[in-house]
């Protein structure tokens, strides 16, 4: 099959699509604009639900008189959901389609967010915020890709990492959203939780309308709506042409272990996995931790942490597509582990000095995070960029949640040195496994980024 480009929509004007394309020309930058906004939204909000915790959670704790294991597993309740829906919800993705979870997963999470005004124990309090976790893990198996499967190749890694942006935005904004609601306003814990909702509701109605992806249409065998869409949404014409690429071959779960995507799947698996676990241990108790290393003020240590960390990740956003993948996800990695290690092996540092090294981890992991959101969207195929996606997300999921469960118990009872000599070993895991296996994808099209190793895709 040959599609020939055209910026008209004239000759597609057949054809139960349901999008704007039915009714007249697209403003295409306009509707990337708004795409990548609407899909940045869903990593804002949970940003904020995973940062807005670490400001409460001591309010909590005696509010409810939860042990270290419940504090523990509150504040990784939303990354055990995200666990669950991460898979499932790519795999709804690849089978039912990107648009209707798009809106269903926002609208699950409104519910749970609503529902934390109403919470009077700790099984409740951690029950909403897994469905509320299950709702965000579906949004990174749904966002990711379908915005992967509508940027141009020249933009698509900077779309993608600029989602990152918005995460730790909602991250840092919930501890300043925190601080003002508990230490200004005094309010209770409760109405700091459910404040999520705003957000929530805001972008679920920006997310009507939003079309269907033509390359999840193209391998469904839905040629001429894949057609149509493509002529009216993607801005540039070779990825007009690269959906002719798309076959009908369906996804299964075990082709992300075939000889064809094992190295991919245990790439971005292990790289993110190893990038998140000693961030969210780190940073959803940054206060905490700084006050124990002799830091008067962790909260403001915490705000500062963070704010680094966005700073990490807009560079990269800003070099992606000039200095490629390999050299944003690699050498950050090595520098994450050698600051660490002095933390952990200098048990006499001096409080400043201390703050540098976590501001200098947070600015460096920050950075090869941001490519954490590019990967999955590049190295797998349509017909499991959603299952791949998710797999992934839920993978990592396994190491932000272990970490910030852990990090308690641990500062406790190993003490801070080996805590942070643990999470040095981490970063060191990731960054070797990203130096064997991570690819170059900047400057190409999806079905060359996503081909099976070792030839180019062939899908029947």
């Known amino acids: ?250 996804g299964t779960f075990g082709m992300l272990f075939s000889p064809a995507y094992r190295r991919a799947t245990i790439f971005i698996s292990v790289f993110w996995f190893c990038a998140v676990a000693p961030y969210f241990a780190i940073a959803t108790f940054a206060a905490s931790v700084l006050e124990g290393y002799g830091l008067g003020d962790g909260l403001v240590g915490a705000i500062g942490v963070n704010g680094l960390a966005l700073v990490g990740v807009m560079v990269s956003v800003l070099l992606i597509e000039r200095v490629g993948r390999r050299k944003l996800t690699i050498p950050q990695q090595w520098v994450c582990a050698v600051v660490l290690l002095i933390i952990g092996l200098w048990s006499s540092a001096p409080p400043a000095v201390v703050l540098i090294c976590f501001l200098v981890f947070a600015f460096a992991n920050a950075m090869s995070t941001a490519l954490t959101g590019v990967y999955p969207g590049e190295i797998f195929p349509t017909e499991i960029r959603g299952l791949g996606t998710g797999f992934a997300t839920a993978f990592s999921r396994v190491g932000a949640g272990l970490g910030t469960f852990l990090l308690p118990w641990s500062m406790h009872n190993l003490g801070a040195g080996i805590t942070m000599l643990i999470a040095a070993g981490i970063c060191i895991v990731g960054a070797s496994v990203s130096q064997v296996l991570a690819p170059e994808t900047m400057g190409r099209n999806l079905s060359e980024t996503s081909a099976p190793r070792g030839g180019q895709p062939a899908r029947t």
Request: negative net charge.
């Open 1 to 250: 099959m040959t599609i020939t480009n055209t910026d008209s929509v004239g000759e597609y004007e057949d054809g139960p699509v349901g999008t704007k394309a039915d009714q007249g020309p697209v403003d295409k930058k306009r509707f990337l604009v708004k795409l990548t906004g609407v899909i940045a939204g869903g990593m804002f909000i949970d940003g904020y639900i995973l940062g807005i915790v670490g400001t409460v959670i001591g309010a909590i704790t005696l509010d409810l008189d939860m042990s270290l294991y419940w504090e523990g597993l509150i504040g990784a309740s939303a990354l055990i959901g995200i666990f669950v829906g991460g898979p499932l919800g790519g795999w709804l993705a690849d089978k039912l389609g990107r648009k209707p979870l798009f809106a269903i997963d926002l609208a699950i999470f409104i519910l749970g967010s609503v529902m934390q005004f109403f919470v009077d124990s700790a099984w409740q309090l951690f029950a909403v915020r897994l469905l509320m976790g299950i709702a965000i893990g579906a949004d990174y198996s749904v966002g990711w890709p379908l915005l992967s499967e509508f940027a141009p190749r020249r933009l698509r890694g900077k779309l993608l990492a600029y989602c990152e942006v918005a995460w730790y935005v909602g991250f840092m904004f919930a501890f300043v959203a925190g601080f003002l609601m508990t230490t200004v306003w005094s309010l209770d814990w409760r109405i700091v939780l459910g404040s999520s909702t705003v957000p929530a509701v805001i972008l679920f109605l920006a997310r009507l309308g939003m079309p269907e992806s033509p390359r999840w249409l193209m391998n469904k065998g839905r040629t001429e709506e894949a057609t149509k869409i493509a002529h009216a949404y993607l801005e540039d014409p070779s990825d007009v042409v690269d959906i002719a690429n798309e076959g009908t071959r369906k």
